[in-house]
T-cell receptor
């Protein structure tokens, strides 16, 4: 079965602190994709990153970085020097490659609410 | 600008009434999806459609219905059979068979009064 677990329900940090959001996934497939989305208070989910299962290189984009480790089935997300504007719910998601050519459904974790205090 | 438009943003329904949530996209995406979001439960898939005039049930389809008469439109009807319809509903779209993830609408918050 496919599953995404975000064990941290809520995290509260003070501005400029670094924070890591954890994501652990389960899949039987060898080819799959992992995503992070941000949901600000407005409600719309904003795409942050996609990573395929063959690419274990860590990625950095400004203050954001992602650590993908297949050995532990984890895809963690770190925000460096957090800002108040980072306050949002963050979702990790998994998409399995469907060899039948069907639509690749996303399976979401339950989300982590990040509150950055000024 | 291309994107997904959901309307209305807020919707109130009396018990026993059907209500339809609108979702329109101008991204020329093949696939469209409806998700329901409840506090602490993440996003759960209601229905999805890969092509016009075809759609499949997701994990929580009971009490919902959809149609896909046009590529751009994927309306969701919340019927009176849905026992707990108060939730935040998100529509999304993607290019079929690719893995670039979804583009989401801004959501509709449905409240039963």
């Amino acid at each position: 079965a496919q599953k995404v677990t975000q064990a941290q329900t809520e995290i509260s940090v003070v501005e400029k602190e670094d924070v890591t959001l954890d994501c652990v996934y389960e899949t039987r497939d060898t080819t799959y994709y992992l995503f992070w989305y941000k949901q600000p208070p407005s409600g719309e989910l904003v795409f942050l990153i996609r990573r395929n299962s063959f690419d274990e290189q860590n990625e950095i984009s400004g203050r954001y970085s992602w650590n993908f480790q297949k050995s532990t089935s984890s895809f963690n997300f770190t925000i460096t020097a957090s800002q108040v504007v980072d306050s949002a719910v963050y979702f990790c998601a998994l998409s399995e490659f469907n060899y039948g050519g069907a639509t690749n459904k996303l399976i979401f974790g339950t989300g982590t609410l990040l509150a950055v205090q000024p | 600008d291309g994107g997904i438009t959901q309307s209305p943003k807020y919707l109130f329904r009396k018990e026993g009434q059907n209500v339809t949530l609108s979702c329109e996209q101008n991204l020329n995406h093949d696939a469209m999806y409806w998700y329901r979001q409840d506090p602490g439960q993440g996003l759960r898939l209601i229905y999805y459609s890969q092509i016009v005039n075809d759609f499949q049930k997701g994990d929580i389809a009971e009490g919902y219905s959809v149609s896909r008469e046009k590529k751009e439109s994927f309306p969701l009807t919340v019927t009176s059979a849905q026992k707990n319809p108060t939730a935040f509903y998100l529509c999304a779209s993607s290019m079929d068979r690719d893995n670039y993830g979804y583009t989401f609408g801004s959501g509709t918050r449905l409240t039963v009064v």
